[in-house]
């Protein structure tokens, strides 16, 4: 070996999105479709529709968001009938909730 850096490397990105990337551009839709939710309320949506979260600690430590940001951006989103919150620990306040409908 010589040191040099293997022929077998690509500097080029993959040709295929990361799951990462994926979720965004799924907010993003999200987002332009629906002009009245935030980004983190779409990716609340995006995150149960896909199971990727279902309870706020979840989606909040994925995300690196505050716990407390995510429970007052899901109860605006029972408010406008996108979710239904099906369980709630009072001493955590961590909150599972399920889709309420289409978003039609």
């Given at each position: 070996?010589?040191?040099?850096?293997?022929?077998?490397?690509?500097?080029?990105?993959?040709?295929?999105?990361?799951?990462?990337?994926?979720?965004?551009?799924?907010?993003?839709?999200?987002?332009?479709?629906?002009?009245?939710?935030?980004?983190?309320?779409?990716?609340i949506i995006i995150a149960?529709?896909?199971?990727?979260?279902?309870?706020?600690?979840?989606?909040?430590?994925?995300?690196?968001?505050?716990?407390?940001?995510?429970?007052?951006?899901?109860?605006?989103?029972?408010?406008?009938?996108?979710?239904?919150?099906?369980?709630?620990?009072?001493?955590?306040?961590?909150?599972?909730?399920?889709?309420?409908?289409?978003?039609?």
């Amino acid at each position: 070996m010589t040191g040099t850096v293997s022929d077998t490397a690509s500097d080029t990105a993959p040709e295929t999105p990361s799951d990462s990337e994926q979720f965004m551009d799924l907010v993003a839709r999200l987002c332009t479709a629906q002009p009245d939710l935030t980004p983190i309320q779409a990716g609340i949506i995006i995150a149960a529709q896909h199971d990727i979260a279902r309870d706020s600690r979840t989606f909040a430590r994925l995300l690196g968001l505050a716990h407390a940001f995510v429970l007052r951006e899901i109860t605006t989103l029972c408010g406008q009938n996108h979710l239904t919150i099906t369980k709630q620990d009072a001493r955590t306040l961590r909150t599972f909730y399920e889709m309420a409908g289409s978003l039609d």
